[in-house]
Structure formats: C-alpha cells, structure tokens
C-alpha cells in the first residue's frame, strides 16, 4: 500500500490539509486530511487537482538565460555571479531605487519572501511590490490609523457570532479568509436561530445561499455603507458606552452622517430603505460578524469602503468583541508597519505612493519603469508571481517590460513573465521543499503547519531561500561568520541557538541578515535554508507570544521554540501554537490612547464626496454604459498559477456572464461571441447568460488566457484593466469596477 503523506494546498490563502500519495516526482493521488487541526478534510476541486500543478510540461528544470530570442541552459554557477555582476552595476550607477523585488510567495510557500526582503533591504530599497498591493493595502493603511498598526488585522469570529454579514465577498467558491468558508456559510443559512446576510451586485454563489441578499448597484458600496452608519446614528442604535471607551474621535465623525439623505442614496444603490434598516438593526443590535472582500477592496472607492466598513463596525461595538471582528494571533505578520508619516518610509519615485505595510503596488510599476527620471525602476527581481497576467493592463506591462536592464524570474514553470526575463530560475514547488504558510484564519487558536519536502525535484531547481542566499553571497553582503557557529549548527540546537543569539546580540548587521546566516549555518545541517529559516523564526516567537503559548498549554521555557520545531517535524499536519482569549482582544490595540481612531484626516474630504447625486454622477458613463467585474473567481481558477489546461479536462470556461436583459438588447444569444470594449483594450469573448449578472453588469474570470505549449486557453482579462485605474491613496486596482461596453461578434 503506497504510503499517503500529509501536507497542505497552495492554490489559495485557505490551505487546506491534504494528503497525498507520489511516485518520484509526481502526485499520484490526493484526498483531504480529516486529521488536519484547521480545515478538518474540508478542501475544493482544486485542492483536489493539485497533480497538475505539481507535474506539467512547462515545468522549470534548469537556470536559463536570454540570448535573443532564445533561452540557454546554464549552471547555477554562472547564472548567479552574472546577476550579481549586473545588479551591482546597475546599482552602482543609479542607486538602491533602481531596484524591485516583485511577488514573494504567493498563495502558500511564503518562506522565501523573508529572504527576498532581505536581500532588497541590504542592497537599500524598499520596493517590494506584491499582490497585496493590489487589494489589501487601503485597509492595511485604514487599520494603521486606527487601530495604530497596519498589521492589527480583523477576522470574522463565527464562532460566537449570531449572525453573518458578508460584502463584496464570494466564499462559498473563493473560500477567501474564511476558515470552511462553504460549511460556515451553510451553518448560519440553515440555523433558524442564525442569519446570513449578503449585500452584494451579483447573484453571487454566496448570494443564493442568503437568508437576506440585499443586491445593490455595482458600485455604490461606499454610499451603501454611509447609509448603513447614518442609520445606525440616526436611530440612537449605537453602542454609546463601547464608543466612550474604546474610540476616539467621534464627535468628529458623526456629523458627517447626521444630516445624510439616505433615502436618496439608497435610491442610487437600487435597495429598499426598510430592507436596509432592518439589516442595520440586526447588525448593531446582535453580535454580528462581518466578512468583506475584493468585491470592496478593489471597488472603485476602494479605501474609503475600508474606511467606512472600520467606522460601521467600532460605532456598533463590533470590534475586538466576541461574536463580532477579532484581531488574530500568528507566528508572523504579513508585513511590518510602515506608517508614510515617517520619512524613512519610501514612497514611489514618479507615482508617489508610500509603502503601506511594506508593500507598493503592482499597478504603479509601469510608470516606475517607463519614468525618464534617473531613478527610475531598472532590475526587478520577480518571484511567486506572473505580472504579465496578474497585474493590471498587460500591455503596458509588456511595454514597460522591454525597457528593463535586468529582468530575474523565479519560477516553477515558463510563464509570461518568464519568457520576457533576462534569467529564469527554477525553484523548487510546494511539494519539493520545506515551506509554509503565514495566512492564519483561526480564533481563538493559532496554528502553524510545515510543508515537507515529499516529491522529488526534476533537474536542479532549489529553495528559493537559497537561491537568495547565494545571490546575497555573490554580491558581498554577507559578514564574516564565526567558524565555531558553523561547527555550531552541526551539533545540538539548544547550543546552537545560544551561540546564535549571542553573536547576533552583539553584531546588528548580523541580525538584520538572519535568514541568511540561518541558511549558512543550520540550513547547511538541516539541508534546508527554508527549514533554518523556520527554526529561527519559531527561536524568537516565545518572546512576544508567551501569553498565547501558556494559554495554549506550553510551558514557555527559553528553549520552547525549538521544540515548537520538533513538533512540526513530527506532526506534518501542523499544531496549535498559541491560543488568544477572546475577552481581552482590544488589548491587541496599539495606538498610543489605547482606543480606536475614528476620525482619519486624510479621509475627511473623500467622505463628504460620498453624496447621492455626486455618485450617480460618477457612475454614469455614456461612452461606456456597462460595468464589467474583471476577475470572477470560481471553481475552475486558482489565479494563474494552474497552467496545463488538462486540470479543467480542456473545458471552455472563460466566457462572459451576462443578463438575459442586455443580452437580449443587444442581440447576443447564449453562447455567442461578443466584442468587449474598456478604455484599456478589447477582447473577444463568449457570452454566457447569467442569472448571477445583474443588469448593466458583465463578469469575466481572472485566471485564463495562459499561454501552454504555445497555445493560449480563455482570455486575459488584465488586456482589458487599465493600471491608471486605481484608489487614490493606496494604488489598488478598481477590477470590480471597470467601465465597459459589449458588442455582438458579426463576423
Ligand atoms: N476558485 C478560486 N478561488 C480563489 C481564487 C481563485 O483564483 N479561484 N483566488 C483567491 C484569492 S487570491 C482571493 S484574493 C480571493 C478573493 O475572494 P473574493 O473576494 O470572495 O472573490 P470575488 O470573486 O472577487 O468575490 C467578490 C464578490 O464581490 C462582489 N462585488 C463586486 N462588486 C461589488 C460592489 O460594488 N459591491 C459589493 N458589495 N460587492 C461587489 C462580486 O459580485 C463577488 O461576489 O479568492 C481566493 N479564492
Ligand atoms: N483583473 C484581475 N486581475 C487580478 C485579479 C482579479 O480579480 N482581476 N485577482 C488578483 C489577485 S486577488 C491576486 S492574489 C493576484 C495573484 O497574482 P500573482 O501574485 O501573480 O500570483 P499567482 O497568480 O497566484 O501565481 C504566480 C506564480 O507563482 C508561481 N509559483 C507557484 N508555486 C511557486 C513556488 O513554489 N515558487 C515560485 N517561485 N513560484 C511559484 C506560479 O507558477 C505562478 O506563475 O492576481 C490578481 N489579478
Ligand atoms: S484551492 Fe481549495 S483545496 Fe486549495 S486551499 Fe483553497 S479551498 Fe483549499
Ligand atoms: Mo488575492
């Protein structure tokens, strides 16, 4: 009986525990882990799928490098020391702002970005652009100024909530930051003492499950939202004592609902006024937990929803409150905080935008490149992502692309953006290293899981840790390390930890370069540069998670983090490692009060813009009469990561839903094709009548128009994304709302 080993899924941030059986290189079959601590054997199609990811014929064996129209073979060797060489040249000449870091673990192998981050910090840039850039740094900036770190992030706490309110987000098929999102939606539909609420444009997947759907217009969130809190402020049913305790600035903030027309601004987003009532009572009156996503993130008032939803949750006392949103635990944050107030902090050079949580955004990196400015972008390192397909406006990518002196991807497979770089690297998959994951969707426990190595590597790809550290090596940024801890890390942990801790206390260039000096010394024995890296990081936890840990039932001794790691070598289906307590979540909060900031400066003029008429204005476009959502996530999508087309049996199903209203206006029957016009580009594409679209609305799936064995699959939805189309704080991109119009295919 062959032998079924557990690990976890890496096509999205839910990571399910799977199990797996292989042959050499390949996964030969899967099934859910009914023993995994988080997702008990919940897992989805493309959990179920994962073969294909792992085994293709695009896969990366060997280091490539450019020479004209063609890729080489070359050693590893030669591919490092000639990037070295470049990079130094480049930055010796133009300065630390010619270079970007771009990607860093994706949706599940997230130890190399701490290497990548690194070495950008060491050579002196801060560019780290990352899809995060591209929907979640509005909010990030949001709980910056009001909870006093951009990294104090809310979960739902189903568990003791009575109800579910969710926005802009479509878990029974994304499964987005919902732990068993599909089973958890189910629970709060079906329990007649529980509710599910939905407030979304499309009849989403989630949306059918709804006790209530209140199906507003694309578009309007952020009125529908100012409406909610005027509401909630205009009827007294605000927590008047959890405002007196924990919040600040409210005198500031209510007149800005108190005289608001939201019978008018109801009215622009389509809903009726006593549904939305009722909807606000329940929420300020029950607890209530509320999920929302890219349906807000990446709407076209993108920060200012996230600004709002804060402001909705802490005046009904739904912040850091049992049943309500919770602040989580983890081992790391996903970024630290970067407040741009500070003047250490960077912001782009010819877009301006700061760093929020370290990261900038994908959709200013064009203008970065294409910039006549002398510190222009000019080297990118590209890892775990593919711009070329993810990031919005393709063709402006591809024109910025060509003007780049160094372009370095690392991969598993030939990707568009591969094909454009000077060198590709190969690095091993999920499967073939040591890695993990940093997304955490517990509470009130805190998991952490390890990926083991269970498939072998093909050709020679490595760690992408590694990879890093012989870059930081060829560039000569690596101090000198004491012999004595590299015969260290060959003997005891406990011994080496102490000899580690104490040269790194003495020497701050050493400790700024950890996962480096990790990978060196320990990584060496452990064979791993990603295994050290963990272990190091696990060394430090007990340090500020002491609480958590006993509470978990540890007992926190100096050296618990290493055991903490031989519990993750024993236990492949990961363990508890920290548990939070749920009465004393608004602990968490950091600004210098102690209380939530309501008021935010910087929003106060955006805020009063939130006006019916002004909106009806804005969202009325003759030249472009439809909206198209450009990136339905459904079950046959994993972002682009899913290459050979075998993984959805050559299946077409990249089309474009739409309603039977406009359809039959223009004269589209089902299955047609249709031209799709936006101020970015057009495509052509087959329709496909929809009850889930609403009327004025056109939905097309992020995902497709990967190119494998030289043919392309479905269309490349970022043809049509304009990248100057984003939030005018934080650089988001507005893909669920993008000005459209359709014509019938005649030819
Ligand atoms: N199958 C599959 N699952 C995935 C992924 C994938 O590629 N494929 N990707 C993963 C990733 S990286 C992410 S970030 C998540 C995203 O997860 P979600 O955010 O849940 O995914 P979306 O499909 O964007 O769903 C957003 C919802 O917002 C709604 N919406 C659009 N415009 C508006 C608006 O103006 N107002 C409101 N209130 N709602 C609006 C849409 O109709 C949709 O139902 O999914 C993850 N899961
Ligand atoms: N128009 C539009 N665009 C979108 C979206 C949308 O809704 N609409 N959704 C967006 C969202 S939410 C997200 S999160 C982004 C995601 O976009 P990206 O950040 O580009 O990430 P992915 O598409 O998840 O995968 C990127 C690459 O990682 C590679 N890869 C897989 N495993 C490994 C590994 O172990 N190591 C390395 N080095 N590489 C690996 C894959 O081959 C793939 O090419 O795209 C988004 N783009
Ligand atoms: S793609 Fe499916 S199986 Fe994989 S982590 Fe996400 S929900 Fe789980
Ligand atoms: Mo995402």
């Known amino acids: 009986m062959p032998e079924w080993k557990k690990t976890f899924c890496a096509l999205c941030y839910h990571n399910c525990g799977l199990e797996i059986q292989t042959e050499g290189h390949r996964i030969t079959k899967v099934r859910p882990d009914r023993d995994h601590p988080r997702t008990k054997g919940y897992v989805c199609r493309k959990g179920m799928k994962i073969a294909h990811y792992q085994d293709h014929k695009e896969r990366l064996t060997h280091p490539l490098k450019r020479e004209g129209d063609q890729f080489v073979k070359i050693s590893w060797d030669q591919a490092i020391s000639e990037i070295a060489e470049k ?5 010796g000449k133009h300065g630390p702002r010619a270079l970007a870091y771009v990607g860093g673990g994706g949706q599940g192998c997230h130890m190399e970005a701490g290497f990548g981050r690194t070495l950008l910090t060491a050579l002196g840039s801060q560019y780290h652009y990352s899809a995060l850039g591209q929907e979640l740094t509005g909010l990030f900036w949001i709980n910056g100024r009001a909870y006093g770190r951009q990294n104090l992030h809310l979960m739902p706490d189903l568990d003791r909530a ?14 987005a930051g919902v732990n068993r999102a599909r089973k958890r939606i189910n629970e709060f539909a079906k329990d007649p003492d529980k509710q599910l609420i939905v407030i ?8 059918r499950q709804a006790n209530t759907h209140l199906q507003i217009r694309i578009g309007t969130a952020a009125l529908f939202l100012k409406s909610m809190i005027a509401i909630i402020l205009q009827e007294g049913w605000e927590d008047k004592a959890y405002i007196s305790d924990y919040c600040q600035g409210f005198d500031r903030i209510a007149p800005w ?3 608001f027309d939201v019978a008018s601004a109801l009215e622009v987003c389509g809903v009726d006024y006593d549904k939305v009532k009722e909807v606000a009572r329940v929420y300020a009156t029950r607890p209530t937990a509320m999920r929302t996503d890219l349906g807000l993130l990446m709407d076209r008032q993108s920060t200012m929803n996230s600004y709002l939803e804060m402001i909705l949750m802490a005046v009904c006392g739904r912040i850091g409150t049992p049943g309500g949103n919770v602040f989580n635990g983890h081992l790391m944050p996903l ?15 010819s877009t301006g935008i700061p760093a929020i949580m370290g990261y900038f955004p994908p959709n200013v990196i064009p203008e970065e490149i294409l910039s006549q400015k002398d510190d222009r972008l000019r080297a990118m390192i590209v890892s ?23 372009l370095v991807t690392i991969e598993i497979a030939m990707t568009e953006t591969a094909r454009m770089g000077h060198y590709v690297l190969p690095a091993r998959s999920a499967f073939e290293k040591w890695d993990t994951t940093f997304f955490n969707l517990t509470f009130p ?8 190595p269970h498939c072998d590597a093909r050709g020679e790809p490595l760690e992408e840790g590694d990879i890093f550290t012989r870059l930081a090596e060829a560039l000569g940024i690596l101090p000198e390390i004491p012999e004595s801890l590299f015969q260290a890390a060959y003997g005891d942990r406990k011994g080496f930890a102490s000899e580690l801790f104490e040269w790194i206390s003495q020497d701050k260039k050493a400790a700024r370069l950890l996962p480096f000096i990790a990978a060196k010394t320990l990584g060496k024995s452990v064979k791993s540069a990603h295994l050290a890296a963990v272990w190091g990081l696990l060394a430090m936890y007990p340090r500020h998670a002491a609480d958590d840990l006993s509470r978990a039932g540890y007992e926190v001794t100096p050296f618990l983090g290493d055991s903490l790691f031989q519990g993750l070598l024993d236990h492949p289906e990961g363990i508890m490692i920290g548990r939070l307590e749920p009465g004393e979540n608004l602990k968490k909060l950091r600004t210098p009060d102690k209380k939530i900031g309501l008021y935010i400066e910087e929003m106060a003029e955006w805020i009063m813009e939130i006006e019916p008429d002004a909106e009806k204005e804005s969202i009325n476009n003759p030249d472009f009469p439809l909206v198209l959502v450009a990136g339905r996530h459904f079950p046959y999508t994993a972002n682009s990561i899913m290459r050979d087309p075998e993984w959805n049996e050559h299946k077409a199903l990249c089309t474009a839903l739409m309603n039977n209203e406009d359809t039959q206006a223009l004269g589209i029957v089902d299955g047609q094709e249709a031209w799709v016009t936006t101020e970015a580009s057009r ?10 679209a609403a009327p004025g609305t056109v939905t097309i799936p992020h995902g497709f128009g990967l190119g494998y064995m030289g043919q392309d699959y479905g269309v490349n939805i970022n043809l049509l994304t304009k990248n100057t189309h984003r939030d005018r704080l934080a650089g988001t991109p507005f893909h669920r709302y993008v000005p459209c119009r359709v014509e019938a295919c005649r030819e």
Not at 445 to 452: G, K
């Open 445 to 452: 426990e805190t998991y952490f899981q390890l990926r083991h």
């Open 162 to 175: 009575e109800n579910f309110l969710a926005m802009g987000w479509n878990g029974y098929v994304s499964n």
């Open 200 to 207: 979304d444009p499309l009849l989403s997947e989630t949306a």
């Open 683 to 692: 495509v052509k594409i087959p329709v496909e009548v929809s009850d889930m």
């Open 384 to 406: 775990g992502a593919n711009p070329l397909r993810s990031y919005a406006d393709t063709s402006v990518y591809e024109e910025a692309f060509k003007e780049l002196d160094l």
């Open 87 to 91: 990079l130094k040249q480049i930055l």
């Open 335 to 349: 970024g630290p905080h970067s407040d741009e107030r500070d003047e250490r902090t960077w912001r782009t050079a």
């Open 257 to 259: 609902f108190k005289n």
